[in-house]
DNA sequence: AACCAGTGCAACCGCTTCTTT
DNA sequence: TAAAGAAGCGGTTGCACTGGT
């Protein structure tokens, strides 16, 4: 059995408070990220690592961009998602300043719904194809310098003119 | 003004993947 | 090569906020 990654006891949980998320930013910003397991302890928070990680990336990360998806990103997403499926964390990784839980979060909250009215079942990507969008092989079109680890896909999608 | 349903976002949970020994 | 630990990821939940009745 593997032990839990951090006493629940001895955590706080819920939103972050400001005195929180100065002690990460200002943590981080002296040491830098990396082994969040011990961070907590040597941040002085009473936190897990998990949770700091979380809000670190989701939220105190400088370059972040809050507030509304653009037009531009909101077409990426829908392409990205078609090629890549709920691979969130790669599809934020096309999105400057923007994170995979928001990414996530606005799929579920937005665009799913967009697709569905547009009448596009969003778990059937390929649908995509009907709609003005061909899946081709190779990669240069977006620029998609995609690293997947294990199945590296040889597509990406273009625009159909 | 009060209630309720819908929405959006932040955070948690548990599983998977990666790294180290 | 296998096992253990740490980090990363995606699904889900909880709650505050908003708009409608």
Redesign the pocket.
Known sequence: M??PCCEKKETN????SQEEDQKLSDYIKQHGE????SLPKAAGLRRC???C???WI??LRPGLKRGNFGEDEEDLIIRLHALLG?????IAGRLPGRT???V???W???LRKKLIQMGIDPKKPHQLGGKGLHIKTCLPDLNLDLTL??TAPSTTLVEES
């Open positions: 593997r032990k949980r819920g939103s972050w990396g082994c969040w397991r690592g998990k949770s990680r979380l809000r989701n939220y709920n691979r969130w964390s790669l995979d839980n928001e996530k979060n606005y579920n909250s937005h680890s294990n």
